[in-house]
């Protein structure tokens, strides 16, 4: 199999993009601006969905589903959440098409078909979920109310790209009521947190916790936390949102409950989620240029064996021996696939697995059955050993737990060496042009400020650490006090 991958240092958006079509992740469609996500794409995100599915009912959540389209006076009820996402909204107007007189075999919209009322083809669903939540919310007693849903929407972006922006792309979304300001901010807290774990612990990238400045944070939201994480070419990605709504959505909505005293009060929201960027994420933070490299948690093979032979009697041999490991592998519930397909050469395999980013190969050929052995290279590392028969069970599962630790140290100790205190703005320009990652700067408080810096250097504020410690400075663009750091980067 012929990889051919533009390299990194080369053209880094040119390699990503070859690596997501020629890795079976996905590809574009003939929808201008949709993707089609591959089987094997699609194998990683059900592995991301089961995990964050699980953590999600652990946390006491249900899962329900809610309507594609949301009438336009719904949608317009809040008003900032609307204008948030007017320029990216997709409308059907009319509910028909009909043979088009002048054009035999084409058709046309029925303009006796339009609909009484247009429809938005959801962007996000606070709209159409807040005013089911109406009808749902009478009493203390209805709450918490915590629903998730797993979904896809639409958002008509001029400018696409595999996974990390597209028209259409799947999603999660958390929409919760409470009946106190601190439970809807306790769980805002809460499932950035549970997002943070997932992302470290499970994909292998390490990731900041901050809330976003006001210009940054989501429409109709009074605070907005988030994940933010660094990709190998130095740029951030936002890996997750989760959003303090206030009683925005519950006054826009009318979803009102009465409290143990009997008044009528207004619910405290939250909604949060996270998206198919995600794999854009796992693909940008430790892939190389020989093709993916994924973390053993979510691969979706996890080790594949080939065996090396050149007869069927060599072949029959090993698979009695390949056989009796596959068995021993999946009783830990490691997903082991055993290649023996005779119309493709081990080189051919070798090369199609490396570009896979299949954590583990085992070779095995008649020389190994002699000696009582495998041969095993990480994909990581791209570094072989040859191991004893007695103990590989142990040793496979020993090294996908090593595997998986080695890829997020290794990231994190980019993303460390990529946070650059700076105090002055010619720093700041020339750590943003000639080293990238993280900028730690301060900042005077003003979205003009945070305005004037995007259009100079392109790079936006991605959040204000949790982490963060009061700190007395000058802002680097305007030279008046400020508190503490922020974190600016270029982003995608």
Known sequence: MSKNLTTRSEDYSKWYNELVVKADLAENSG?????????????????????????????????????????????????????????ECAIVTHYRLKNDPDKPGKLMVDPNAKLEEELIVRPTSEAIIWSTYKGWVQSYRDLPLLINQWANVVRWEMRTRLFLRTAEFLWQEGHTAH???????????????????????????????????????????????????????????????????????????????????????????????VSTRLMGALVMTHSDDKGLVLPPNLAPIQVVIVPIHKTDEQLDEITVVVNELVSQLRKLNIA???????????????NEYELKGV???????????????????????????????????????????????????????????????????????????????FVSAHWDGTAATEEK???LTKATIRCIPLDGVEEAGTCVFTGDSSSRRVLFAKAY
């Open 31 to 87: 929808v201008r601006g949709c993707m089609v996500i591959k089987p094997y794409g699609y194998a990683i995100w059900e592995k991301m969905q089961a995990e964050l599915d699980r953590k999600f009912k652990e946390t006491g959540h249900q899962n329900a589903y809610f309507p594609l389209f949301v009438p336009k006076s719904m949608f317009e009820a809040e008003e900032k959440n609307a204008e948030g996402f007017a320029k």
């Open 336 to 350: 082991v696939k055993y290649d023996d397909r005779t119309t493709q050469k081990p080189g051919f395999k070798f």
């Open 179 to 273: 009946a106190t300001k601190s439970e809807a901010v306790e769980e805002s807290e809460k499932m950035m947190n549970v997002y943070a774990e997932f992302v470290e612990n499970f994909m292998a990238i390490p990731v900041v916790k901050g809330i976003k400045t006001e210009t940054e944070r989501f429409a109709g939201a009074e605070e907005t936390y988030c994940i933010e994480a660094l990709m190998q070419d130095g740029k951030a990605l936002q890996a997750g949102t989760s959003h303090f709504l206030g009683q925005n959505f519950a006054k826009a909505f009318d979803v009102k409950f009465a409290n143990a005293e009997g008044t009528q009060e207004y619910v405290w929201g939250t909604s949060w989620g």
């Open 359 to 437: 954590p583990i190969r085992i070779a095995v050929g008649p020389k190994d059955l002699e000696n009582g052995t495998f041969e095993i290279a990480r994909r990581d590392t791209l570094t072989k050993e040859t191991v004893s028969k007695d103990g590989i069970v142990t040793y496979v599962n020993d090294l996908l737990t090593q595997i998986q630790i080695d890829l997020y140290n290794k990231a994190l100790d980019y993303r460390n060496t990529h946070i650059t205190e700076v105090n002055s703005f010619d720093e700041f320009k020339d750590v943003l042009e000639n080293k990238g990652g």
């Open 453 to 455: 810096i995007k259009d």
